[in-house]
């Protein structure tokens, strides 16, 4: 049997310093379909001069789930790889993919490990020695959910693994970071208010000195020196703002104030499970 085709989706805003690289490192794929958020800095002109093969459409931004759902729904084949334009392909996760994709398929969905980079040297430890990301899947057997930030996808069944692991270079300025995370933040505390979630000054503070003894001390972040503790920190960072922003918009409920939440996709369909569907 010929290999299964499959579908690159990348989201990008305002992506003009990483997609050339990103784009290169699937060239691979059957179809690369570009999902932009109306980015302002030329990304999409960018694309359409040195890769007009490449797919594009412009969506209003709500939530990375959503976007992904988007995409995902629109693709020209049922196997899927997700990739942030911040992340590379290597040439030996490469050939695993059109190897795994040639047959036979055990499992709906595979999961990748990821390298991540600071600054051009990895940050092996923190956690990030375990970080793992399902991006290989067929999308009648697979969905995110209705999360705005940190959704993880859901899967009809167990999920394979993948020996390669993709590049990450997930802190490029510390402005950029810092953006990221508050950002993240934001969404994420807007998230657990939603879902009913409060908190108290032992949660604004314990939350974030557990996630530095977890981080820093148990998941060895000390052995990554000056790189570790500063991927720490910003991961301390986001925690710390996420309970804060939590607690400031109970405040506001409780006082009977609006309450500033981003604007949800509420398209029809978007969260059904495509093998529970009635």
Not at 49 to 71: C, D, M, W
Not at 79 to 93: M, N
Not at 118 to 134: A, E
Not at 164 to 171: E, L
Request: aromatic share 12%.
């Amino acid at each position: 049997m010929p290999r299964a085709p499959v579908t690159v989706i990348i989201h990008t805003l305002d992506e003009t310093a990483f997609i050339e690289d990103c784009l290169r490192s699937v060239a691979w794929a059957d179809e690369i379909y570009l999902l932009d958020s109306f980015s302002a800095d030329g990304t999409v002109e960018l694309v359409r001069e040195r890769f007009p093969a490449v797919r594009i459409e412009q969506r209003e931004y709500l939530g990375a789930a959503s976007a992904k759902n988007y995409a995902i729904d629109r693709a020209a084949h049922d196997w899927i790889f997700v990739i942030d334009a911040d992340e590379r392909a290597t040439p030996k996760l490469s050939d695993e993919i059109l190897r795994t994709l040639d047959g036979p398929l055990d499992k709906w969905a595979y999961s990748v490990g990821r390298l991540n980079f600071m600054f051009g040297k990895p940050v092996r430890f923190s956690g990030l020695q375990r970080d793992r990301v399902t991006r290989l899947f067929h999308r009648g057997h697979a969905r995110y959910p209705n999360k705005r930030v940190h959704a993880d996808l859901v899967v009809d069944g167990p999920t394979g693994r993948l020996a390669q692991k993709m590049d990450h270079y997930y802190i490029r300025t510390f402005d950029h970071m810092i953006a990221k995370m508050t950002r993240y933040a934001n969404w994420g505390a807007a998230q657990m208010f939603i879902d009913g979630k409060s908190t108290n000054l032992f949660g604004i503070l314990g939350h974030p000195i557990a996630k530095f003894v977890r981080d820093f001390i148990i998941n060895l972040g000390f052995l990554d020196g000056t790189r570790g503790l500063i991927s720490v920190g910003m991961h301390v960072y986001y925690t710390f703002w996420k309970y804060a922003k939590l607690w400031e918009l109970t405040q506001l409920k409780r006082m009977g104030k609006p309450v500033p939440l981003p604007k949800l996709d509420e398209g029809e369909g978007r969260w059904e499970l495509p093998w529970v569907k009635t």
